[in-house]
């Protein structure tokens, strides 16, 4: 069966693989980036987000099967919470009503294995209070923690969210996943310093030996949000070759 999704970040990396991916099964894809996308939109600000869901919404006839949040930036700069954190909230909520009109509507959402390192926690609070004017403020300076930062407080988000009566009550099933490093443009400069890549092995193990290609990460966004992911409910599924496990061990909670 047909289904119509969005996929932000279509242009590139994962967004772009996913999108694909599910244009070769048969489905009506949306994609949303700021270049080279169906709706060319920048969702670090609210015109751009607006313009996403208007667009988006006039596109479906209102009416929307699954949602995709893939867009995200790595800048160790306030830019890159306007970006993963707001940008991809207002997706999900901005496009809730057109998916609470569909039959077995899913959406996904792209958080990373750095959601487990190191973070800011003023900065995680402040994304997770909803005041975007003061989160910038506080991400001000504060560097490579910026992206674990809107990680986590994504995947918070997630948790929070997915159970709420707006979402699970509606019969939407939402749920996040955490990629470890994907070869992808957006870490081709990182993967080719030797040096970046043995400091990443402090901070993250790779037990499978090999980083995961984008069109693997795809597979799993497409059955998230397919009819037959039926009652997964606020998961955050990593997918980083052990590395998770590894530094965390039995901690399951």
């Known amino acids: 069966m047909s289904r119509t999704i969005v996929v ?28 080279e996308a169906d709706v060319v939109a920048d969702l670090s600000n609210a015109e751009g ?10 596109k479906t006839s209102g009416v929307l099967d699954a949602v995709v949040a893939c867009a995200g930036l790595s800048r160790p700069d ?38 487990t390192f190191e973070n800011v926690p003023e900065l995680v609070e402040a994304c997770l209070s909803g005041d975007e004017a003061h989160a910038l403020q506080v991400a001000d300076g504060k560097g490579d923690a910026i992206y674990a930062s809107t ?10 969210t997915a159970p709420n009566d707006n979402w699970a009550g509606k019969g939407i099933l939402l749920n996040t996943i955490g990629p470890g490093v994907v ?24 037990p499978l030996g090999n980083h995961a290609q984008p069109e693997e990460i795809a597979h799993l966004l497409a059955f998230l949000v397919s009819p037959e992911n039926s009652h997964m409910v ?9 590395g998770e496990a590894t530094k965390r061990g039995a901690e399951v909670f």
């Open 78 to 115: 306030p830019i890159t919470v306007a970006v993963n954190y707001y940008g991809a909230i207002a997706t999900l909520e901005g496009l809730r009503p057109l998916l609470e009109k569909a039959d077995k509507p899913r959406a996904a959402v792209i958080a990373s294995v750095a959601a």
């Open 183 to 206: 070869e992808t443009p957006m870490t081709e400069a990182l993967l080719g310093d030797e040096e970046t890549v043995a400091f990443m092995r402090t901070l993250m193990p790779l």
């Open 8 to 35: 932000t970040g279509s242009a590139s990396g994962i967004g772009k693989a996913t999108a694909e991916l599910f244009v070769s099964q048969g489905h009506s894809v949306i994609g949303v980036d700021i270049k």
């Open 151 to 160: 990680k986590n407080a994504l995947a918070q988000w997630v948790r929070l």
């Open 234 to 242: 606020g998961q955050m599924i990593y997918v980083d070759g052990g």
């Open 49 to 58: 987000r607006q313009k996403m869901v208007d667009e988006v919404t006039a």
